[in-house]
């Protein structure tokens, strides 16, 4: 999708981070904007700078582990634009911690958001946007995955497990779009270590997916391994953003934002083929282990 100027894009997970700077850039290239975030400031401090700057937009908070909004979104966005070209299902929390230690509540919070709210946006736009592309309009889909979903760090069980599957069902997308006989095409973003507010996601847990107990020894751990780790990021949000809109204007799949990383999935899947145990995941950083 290369002319991106009068299409319109979707974002989940605009308040902050990614969200906020694929809102930039795609008002930068003259897109309509709908944004949604569960953070009702934070979203609104996107919109008003986007309006601001001219930019022909709507926002609604959404809880992306909701199904009911998420198609409410895309019942939106469709009455206002009456049409929906790139979809960024970006929003995401964190996790971590010995796996054994991860409640039932953290599993439900972190899979409801970064793995069900991906399938949710997938629910609500793709088949619209299948209509629409039989008759020419074209369209594209970006997935915000994680290099935790290529290998799997210690101390973040849960977090890996939902990006793992944002991997596997990304690609499944792709390839149920060449079966459809579709051009919507989809890319894989797949970032490292970035200084966006995704250690800070707890601010928006909801009360009945909340611990009645405190964080766990390995939790704080986790928690401080990832504050060092996201803050010391040298890539930014907006060289990410950049990036991931470079590659739906070239129809690329995988976005890698770290490739220093890559021999370390390389090491995973070698490991696999020999039978070996799994290849150290910290490997191209020994300085993540805390």
Do not use: C
């Not at 969200?19 to 569960?38: I, K, P």
């Not at 599993?107 to 958001?113: A, D, L, T």
């Not at 579709?182 to 973003?189: A, D, N, R, Y």
């Amino acid at each position: 999708m290369e002319q991106l100027q009068g299409k319109v894009v979707v974002i989940t997970g605009a308040g902050s981070g990614f969200g906020r700077e694929f809102a930039r850039l795609g008002h930068e290239y003259g897109m309509h904007l709908v944004l949604a975030d569960v953070q009702p400031d934070a979203l609104g401090e996107t919109a008003d700078e986007m309006r601001g700057k001219g930019a022909r937009l709507i926002s609604a908070v959404v809880d992306v582990a909701n199904r009911a909004q998420v198609m409410h979104l895309a019942d939106s966005a469709y009455a206002e634009f009456g049409k929906v070209n790139l979809v960024f299902n970006n929003a995401g929390v964190g996790g971590g911690g010995f796996v054994w230690e991860s409640s039932e509540l953290d599993w439900q919070w972190v899979m409801g958001v970064n793995l069900m709210g991906v399938v949710h946006g997938i629910q609500a736009f793709v088949p619209r946007m299948l209509a629409a592309n039989r008759g020419g309009e074209p369209g594209h889909v970006v997935n915000t995955a994680s290099m935790a979903g290529w290998v799997n760090p210690p101390l973040m069980g849960v977090y890996n497990v939902s990006k793992h599957a944002v991997v596997s069902l990304t690609e499944s997308l792709h390839h149920d779009l060449r079966q459809a006989n579709s051009t919507i095409g989809v890319s894989l973003l797949s970032p490292a270590f970035v200084p966006t507010g995704i250690t800070n996601s707890e601010r928006n847990r909801p009360v009945d997916l909340s611990n009645a107990e405190g964080p766990t020894e390995s939790q704080k751990i986790a928690r401080a391994n990832s504050d060092k780790a996201v803050s010391s990021g040298r890539i930014t949000a907006a060289q990410v953003a950049k990036m991931t809109f470079d590659a739906v204007r070239a129809n690329r799949f995988y976005v890698f934002t770290h490739p220093k990383i890559l021999p370390s999935v390389r090491d995973r899947f070698e490991a696999a083929l020999g039978g070996d145990a799994p290849a150290d995941p910290l490997a191209a950083r020994p300085g993540a282990r805390g």
